[in-house]
């Protein structure tokens, strides 16, 4: 290889135990190009990159920088070559500015005490000379996910960093970022940086690249020396092995007599966005996709319907069922008899009351200590207001110690969940597939198998007397690892922050969809994979259509969104939009309710 590359691997090889990440691999980085690295998840590629920056030492094989052999002992020795690298988890600190993680580890001292002058100008400079503006001042764990990327960025260019690794970096974006983040790509190249993209979004990679090696199995498959008239097509397939056909859900409305499974009325809620008044139904069978730019309450909704967020009013309902595996009472098989209310400012208090002795006390309070007026406007029976007072107090008491909460009549069918815990709604049927896989979806240093069953300690097929079945955690565990290609699991023995973000993903997808339920809530299923992940992932949910299970699909990626959806309700502002048949709108109808255009808020 010649004088013009900025880096050359020549024959690495990196093994862990029972692992070849790396196998011999040998290809070379021109300067000042924009270099993708693309493969399936566990591939290898984020393995190779942490060798780069000085994370692992090869096992055999040397690096060249600017043709010079070198062993990088480790990430501040790779930051003193002008290495840098932007992860696929940011490593922030969250009550940090932004400032201060930028300049974390190369601060600047002055009479003994840190100068944040002399960074600040520096950063303003940079800023402009890049186009990346924030705010210094903010708290990093408040910012946007596209500000901590930008704090990432700036990390590195702050070290005049001439080599800059980005790993999956568009996965946590909007469209709207994406565009922005390609253009500074482009930016760096222009003034002589060279860039290193790992992505799974070929379309991105095609748009910004010069040229892009895969890798398979952690061997070097090909390397492209031009993308020019190179197809997506012919690029996934060079990438998995073979031709790959995304499925796509075509069977219309089939599910329209089927039962309602889960209903959202006039719920609203406060996380740090808000969602106000969202109101929807899924039926078994339907798949209803929840569009929008990120940001606008969906990490709001789903905490709110997985249990990890108390809503502030309304009601979630859902149809009677218990998950293979838990006990059955006659309360959980038919819906309980409930307590109709109309006043929503009482809802909202009698929902805050917990145990039976507190209800006895409030039940007191507001009967004696509230006027005449007040208590007809919360008490319903028979479709007529009436004073409780005497023995309609006793009855109400009597009632209240074993019943639900309610604010309709007309929700005789379905069980109100509205205050059960997560573990009560796993009991009742429900999955969940978390956005964030690190922060609700994983335990980190637990191993695979034993994550496998985090959301199954209560089920008597798992664990008995509090001690887990080991056989049966086993062969679930392989089940898992099987049915969706988790790499790197080692019959279940690795710890999952060892396996790479798409595996780790895989893994949470099959826990949750292989586990016995009724409704599924499925939060960014495909961040992060590569297009044959995301062709098996897409496969599995439209067998989960098939099932009659219910699916509440949030996802920002917008062809996701057109290829699985029955129907599509856009969240805007922290309103959601009426559901509209995915055969009835097009990408253009809903891209303008994304920027709140023509959104009207849902009156179902």
């Known amino acids: ?97 932004n400032l201060e993680n930028i300049i974390l580890g190369n601060e600047s001292v002055k009479g003994g005490f840190l100068d944040k002058s002399f960074p600040t100008e520096k950063i303003k400079l940079i800023q402009d000379r890049y186009n990346l503006h924030f705010d210094l001042k903010q708290k990093t764990g408040k910012a946007t996910v596209a500000t901590q990327q930008k704090v990432e960025i700036m990390k590195m260019l702050y070290r005049d960093a001439n080599i800059l690794i980005f790993d999956e970096p568009t996965a946590v974006l909007t469209p709207q970022e994406i565009e922005g983040f390609l253009e500074t790509l482009k930016g760096f190249r222009e003034k002589g940086k060279t860039v290193i993209f790992i992505s799974h979004k070929l379309d991105e990679v095609i748009e910004v690249s010069d040229r892009a090696t895969i890798i398979r199995h952690g061997k070097v498959i090909k390397t492209y020396e031009t993308l020019k008239g190179v197809s997506i097509s012919q690029m996934s397939a060079d990438m998995v092995g073979e031709t790959i056909v995304m499925p796509k859900n075509t069977s219309s409305q089939d599910f329209i007599k089927n039962d309602v499974i889960v209903k959202f009325d006039k719920v609203s809620a406060h996380g740090e966005k808000s969602l106000k008044d969202v109101s929807f139904d899924i039926k078994a069978g339907e798949i209803l996709a929840i569009a929008g730019v990120e940001g606008n309450g969906q990490v709001e909704l789903e905490l709110a319907a997985s249990g990890l967020l108390k809503i502030d009013s309304g009601s979630i309902y859902l149809k009677p069922y218990v998950a293979k595996g838990y006990s059955k009472t006659e309360s959980e098989i038919a819906a309980k008899k409930t307590l109709q209310f109309e006043n929503s400012n009482f809802q909202k208090q009698a929902r805050k009351v917990k145990s039976k002795l507190h209800k006895v006390f409030y039940a007191t309070s507001v009967v004696f200590g509230e006027s005449s007026n007040y208590l007809k406007t919360i008490f319903k029976k028979e479709n007529k207001h009436q004073l409780v007072w005497g023995n309609d107090f006793g009855k109400w008491l009597k009632e209240s110690l074993k019943t639900e909460v309610d604010t309709s009549s007309n929700n005789k069918n379905h069980l109100d969940i509205s205050d059960k815990s997560v573990q009560s709604r796993i009991k009742y049927g429900i999955s969940y597939i978390p956005g964030d896989r690190h922060k609700y979806g994983l335990v980190l240093d637990f191993n695979i198998r034993d994550n496998s069953i985090l959301r199954r300690l209560k089920d008597n097929q798992v664990s008995h007397f509090g001690f887990i079945n080991k056989q049966v955690t086993n062969n679930y565990n392989l089940e898992i690892e099987e049915t969706f290609d988790v790499r790197g699991s080692r019959k279940g023995e690795s710890m999952a922050r060892s396996l790479s973000g798409g595996n780790q993903q895989k893994a949470i997808v099959g826990r949750e969809i292989l586990n016995d339920h009724q409704f599924i809530i499925i939060v960014q299923p495909t961040r992060g994979l590569d297009v044959g992940a995301i062709n098996n992932i897409h496969q599995h949910i439209l067998e989960e259509k098939k099932k009659n299970r219910a699916i509440l699909l949030i996802s920002y990626e917008l062809d996701e969104v057109l290829a699985l959806a029955d129907n599509v309700a856009v969240l805007h502002s922290g309103k959601l939009s009426k559901k509209i048949p995915i055969s009835k709108t097009n990408r253009t109808e809903i891209g303008l309710m994304m920027a709140g255009v023509k959104n009207e808020q849902s009156q179902k």
């Open 1 to 97: 290889m010649s004088q013009e590359y900025a880096i050359e691997f020549k024959n690495i090889t990196k093994e862990f135990p029972g692992i070849k990440a790396n196998d011999n691999i040998s290809f070379g980085i021109k300067k000042g190009t924009i270099h993708a690295l693309i493969g399936e998840n566990g591939a290898g590629k984020s393995t190779l990159m942490s060798i780069l920056f000085g994370l692992y030492k090869p096992t055999s094989g040397e690096i060249l920088i600017n043709n010079t052999p070198t062993v990088i002992k480790g990430p501040n020795h790779a930051n003193e070559m002008a290495i840098s690298m932007v992860h696929q988890h940011f490593k922030i600190v969250d009550d940090y500015t």
